[in-house]
């Protein structure tokens, strides 16, 4: 009986088409489901790419202070 609920027929896909027709109208609905379609495609896109994760890399060329508080003597001034 709970797998019945997953299902959706034909009469509840038109209910659901003509309540979201009365709602936001026939001028909007399409741009909406354009919307959706490219949100679904760029989804997909997402979802066949290979991921590649970026490591943090420090590109200041200047040497700052050291973390620890003890640095050399050429940046201390001594």
Do not use: C, H, R
């Amino acid at each position: 009986m709970a797998t019945q609920l997953l299902f959706i027929g034909t009469t509840e896909l038109l209910l659901i088409g003509g309540l979201a027709l009365l709602l936001f109208g026939g001028k909007k609905l399409p741009e909406m489901m354009k919307g959706l379609g490219q949100g679904v495609q760029s989804f997909k896109k997402g979802m066949n790419e290979p991921v590649v994760e970026e490591q943090e890399e420090d590109t200041d060329p200047t040497p700052g202070p050291s973390p620890t508080g003890v640095g050399n003597a050429a940046q201390d001034g001594q």
